[in-house]
């Protein structure tokens, strides 16, 4: 059990979770910067698989940039430079030596990246150019820390994309949507896609579609977020191709990005105070392995429970065997708070009615699977918990949104939806009198007709705003 | 082909293989730190992927520690900073700011790792704790940068662990060296496993194991190390534990690194003028097809090969079915180039006779599989190379060993076995004298009787000593 509740203490809880699941340590001597521990590092790794299983078939090569860039090729696009100078680790000395140019620990990769996608790309036919990389990124993050959610070293995920035009980089955004869109139902995570407000883009970005996912305490988690950059890096970085008509031209980009925070939002949006709760298609161990002994039968229940593992290991399951000498009151209560979402416990009685038992970590409901249905078994169980898992969490993210139309009674913990005429005035004047911040606009259209709610225009897509983590 | 001659200029030779296979960009604008472009980092992964699946399976923990560390934790083991203080990366500021105290990049993580392993472990119970982390590393070289093999930002494997005592530590020198027998024996490089001198072993070890392989042009190439450093980092960062009679005792430990120098290795001891060859157990593609059209045939052979590369495919192996557009000489030229061990063709003759060709990289002998017999065929075919280039590289090593028991007319272009006495004297005035780096004395007792070259004294144990790379 958890020693704080999630529905009363969330930041607590949360902290909770993450010590007593192994996930993270943060004592580590530098604030922000955490050391993933086994189990919570096998997460990021199961996530980190499926991501690249995505991108690959989606025919996005991998690749791996250097970590430093020279402050020269950093400082190229205005816009970019403004909106990370003041977040970047500087690296000034090596060896006894000064440098005669300071370099960035990449905070992202596109002053890395696009260099050299400047000698890569020559013609039409380069294109489209589709890399992408997993790495870890570094910001000097000045607010609060938090595992996974807010720290100073982040595991991230970087797509980077080249295009002949505009068009077919925005082809390009829609197949990031729909990876999205599968990555989300593995995770069993809902979300929200809301073109950024202008103020509110990445730096350079032409515009931004964040990803959000709210979180128990009403607060939304930014998990990720894809870009069209049209030219805007392309020009000063010289990217430029030669058309079939032997016209040079610049490439128009799109990136897409998510980080460890795919592991924060599972924490927050499935724990409960029995601990984590992970969905099987990225959990590390979908099933554990429980058997249950008494006195005479010992022999007998290792040899079957050896049986079922093997059984379920050759079926493609990634099973934990546990026959640690201890009690299976203490196993269950470890697995529990680790989210294992399928416990299978073997003892005589089992065995001598051809069955398994089983239990369930999202419903905490139990039942038997008779053995000689034991695979079909428990595929569909796993099916089942991950799409109640899904649903569950849809359900609840859609009860945390709320329609506004004033300024008075603000649900202080839901996810706003309100008429804004989007203009920068009302946008600015509805943050500063709510202290919400306005997430965007739907990138998908949504049936809405309204007034915004600063100054009354009729308007006929919504807004959304929020307070985020 | 390769613009130059591996025999004749081997140092050309290697770059232009590397820049030729798409192996990695050296254009980046910082010195010795390149760009994995997508096939050489195919390969990298490839290996990262073995070495995981042995250490998962030797039960260590995989984790990922911080990549800065806190100047007065990288200080705290005095032999360690001496040895690394030239040659690290200081961050200074970060955004705005300068900080408080310096950190460094990671040159190797012992200092990251050790303050935490002394929160880690408590007892006799938490130990061995066995863990490994695959991350990149930074070293200011002040020497000539060559891809994979001398480098800035270099992707590593370190595994570390800690044990209640001496043996046991002793016992995982043992595990790491079975270990590595199978990864060399997977990437078909011979080596040789030799105790380093006194002053050649690692800053702070208690002894070090250099693994070393020889390249074409004589001179030696470390691709790995193993260490015992017995508590001399366990005192410094007071990693200790209480054992079965609540006595504190300080652990004993070990560490064991290899880098892209293995990639390095692989390019220098099993490419040829035609390019790489690539072992077919960590070959990103083990298999190429290719079909081979005539006009009237294209939709009978395409059909036939993308048959084929599902029954492969299915049946386990890594295969690129090249459909290009193409002729097929100039695929063959690419793929050749490329290191792929297996090529097989398909065409309308082959299609008639119910057989496939194939043409071996490694040996260029060209044959046909009978179309029933496919899956265990390219098994004997991809089991026998890679058994064919193992065999060859340790005869090519053995070739460059040379005994000698005078310093006059020392083969410049060989490894060197020598009787030497051990003393440090001895040792300093064989070096200078020759040019030579003693490279230890064998791990693994050698048969040996003869002379110190420098002293005269009897000696029943060979030094050996090469020029390195």
Redesign the interface.
């Known amino acids: 059990m958890t020693t704080t509740n999630k529905e009363d203490n969330f930041a607590e809880w949360y902290l909770d979770i993450v010590e007593k699941a192994g996930l993270s ?1 943060k ?4 604030k922000g ?6 189990y919570g ?2 997460i990021m ?1 199961q996530i980190d698989s499926y991501i690249r299983e995505e991108f690959d078939a989606t025919n996005h ?8 860039i ?1 402050e020269s ?1 950093f400082a190229k696009e205005k816009e970019h430079i403004k909106g990370f ?13 000064e440098l005669d140019e300071r ?1 960035v ?1 990449r905070p992202t990769s596109e002053t ?1 990246m696009y ?2 996608f400047a ?1 890569w790309i020559r013609s039409h036919q380069d294109l489209p150019l589709k ?1 992408y990389q997993i790495v ?1 990124t ?1 910001r ?1 993050e ?1 607010k609060q820390t938090r595992p996974f959610i807010r720290v100073r ?1 982040i ?1 991230f995920f970087e797509s980077h994309t080249c295009h002949t035009d505009y068009d077919d980089a925005q082809k390009q955004v829609d197949e990031d949507i729909e990876i999205l869109a599968r990555i989300a139902k593995k995770i069993c995570l809902p979300y929200t896609l809301l073109v950024r407000t202008e103020w509110d883009k990445f730096p350079g970005a032409y515009y931004t579609v964040g990803i959000d996912t709210s979180m128990p305490n009403g607060r939304t988690l930014q998990m990720g977020s894809i870009h069209h950059y049209k030219t805007n890096f392309s020009e000063p970085y010289e990217i430029t191709y030669e058309d079939k008509d032997g016209e040079h031209k610049f490439v128009h980009q799109t990136t897409y990005g998510m980080s460890e925070r795919l592991v924060g939002a599972l924490i927050g949006v499935h724990g409960d105070d029995q601990g984590l709760i992970i969905p099987p298609g990225i959990a590390p161990f979908q099933i554990v392995l429980i058997p249950i002994f008494k006195k005479d039968n010992q022999g007998l229940v290792m040899a079957s429970v050896k049986e079922i593992e093997k059984v379920l290991t050759d079926a493609g399951f990634r099973v934990k065997l546990d026959d640690r000498d201890d009690r299976p009151g203490a196993k269950y209560y470890e697995w529990e708070m680790k989210g294992v979402p399928l416990r299978l416990e073997l003892g005589g009685r089992d065995i001598e009615n051809n069955v398994v038992s089983f239990f369930r970590r999202d419903s905490a409901e139990k039942g038997t699977i008779a053995i000689g249905n034991l695979v079909p078994g428990v595929k569909m169980l796993l099916d089942d918990i991950s799409e109640c898992m899904f649903n569950k969490a849809n359900e609840i993210q859609k009860q945390r949104t709320a329609d506004i139309d004033s300024l008075e009674n603000i649900p202080e913990d839901k996810i706003l939806r309100f008429g804004w005429c989007g203009c920068d005035e009302c946008g600015h004047k509805f943050e500063d009198t709510t202290g919400f911040k306005i997430l965007g606009r739907p990138y998908f259209k949504e049936e809405f007709k309204g007034k915004c709610i600063m100054c009354g225009k009729d308007v006929d897509a919504p807004a959304y705003a929020a307070h985020t983590m």
Do not use: K
Not at 27 to 30: A, D, F, G, K, L
């Open positions: 340590d004592r580590y001597p530098i910067m955490n050391v993933w521990t086994p590092w096998r790794r090569d991998e690749v791996c940039f250097p970590l430093l020279p090729q100078d003041s977040e970047v680790y500087w690296v000034t000395h090596a060896g006894l030596d370099l620990i890395a260099p050299m000698l890399t870890n570094f000097y000045t070293e595991h």
